[in-house]
T-cell receptor, first 112, second 112 residues
Framework: DGGITQSPKYLFRKEGQNVTLSCEQN?????MYWYRQDPGQGLRLIYY???????QKGDIAEGYSVSREKKESFPLTVTSAQKNPTAFYLC???????????FGSGTRLTVV | KQEVTQIPAALSVPEGENLVLNCSFT??????LQWFRQDPGKGLTSLLL?????REQTSGRLNASLDKSSGRSTLYIAASQPGDSATYLC???????????FGKGTSLLVTP
């Protein structure tokens, strides 16, 4: 079955550490996205990519970095510059244009 | 910037009731609108996708309508069941953008 796989499901980060969240899709979608979800704030866009080797900043990109070397993969790195990284992170993909979005099951990141 | 508002923020109903969730958006130049369901600690599951040229979409007990001119969408759930308890999110894709703009969601509780 086609879908989006996010790993790990839970992740703990120490102060000053960089961590990478994985997102893989086998839907053959060109576009991929990373969202952050905080209680009471809704989903906010971190980065998105319309095609391989190209990506754009979203509304809250500071402290995050991404790469898009393969169509299937869009990893997100939370750097030490992100001062409040504790949140639920969701990856999504879509067909550019009028297609709907498919989401992964999320990664919960906690700073310890 | 597109603002998406969902009312009410929370709703509790007894099993068997029909109910309506509301979503409003400020920019009527949208590509499409998508309703999602989110269970606690989980990712988003797509329920219905309405293209800008459509007025409504139906899936089982769910019916979503779209009125672009007034900037509104409603999600109608017929004969509610305890298994419908979840948070329902409305998301809009605007013509000039690439990513979805989300409302903060309606938390639904259906009691037996």
């Amino acid at each position: 079955d086609g879908g989006i796989t996010q790993s790990p499901k839970y992740l703990f980060r120490k102060e000053g550490q960089n961590v990478t969240l994985s997102c893989e899709q086998n839907l053959n979608h060109d576009a991929m996205y990373w969202y952050r979800q905080d209680p009471g704030q809704g989903l906010r866009l971190i980065y998105y990519s319309q095609i391989v080797n190209d990506f754009q900043k979203g509304d809250i990109a500071e402290g995050y970095s991404v790469s898009r070397e393969k169509k299937e993969s869009f990893p997100l790195t939370v750097t030490s510059a992100q001062k409040n990284p504790t949140a639920f992170y969701l990856c999504a993909s879509s067909i550019p244009g009028s297609g709907g979005y498919t989401f992964g099951s999320g990664t919960r990141l906690t700073v310890v | 910037k597109q603002e998406v508002t969902q009312i009410p923020a929370a709703l509790s109903v007894p099993e068997g009731e029909n109910l309506v969730l509301n979503c409003s958006f400020t920019d009527s130049a949208i590509y499409n609108l998508q309703w999602f369901r989110q269970d606690p600690g989980k990712g988003l599951t797509s329920l219905l996708l309405i293209q800008s040229s459509q007025r409504e979409q139906t899936s089982g007990r769910l019916n979503a309508s779209l009125d672009k001119s007034s900037g509104r969408s409603t999600l109608y759930i017929a004969a509610s069941q305890p298994g419908d308890s979840a948070t329902y999110l409305c998301a809009v894709k605007i013509n000039s953008g690439y990513a979805l703009n989300f409302g903060k969601g309606t938390s639904l509780l259906v009691t037996p």
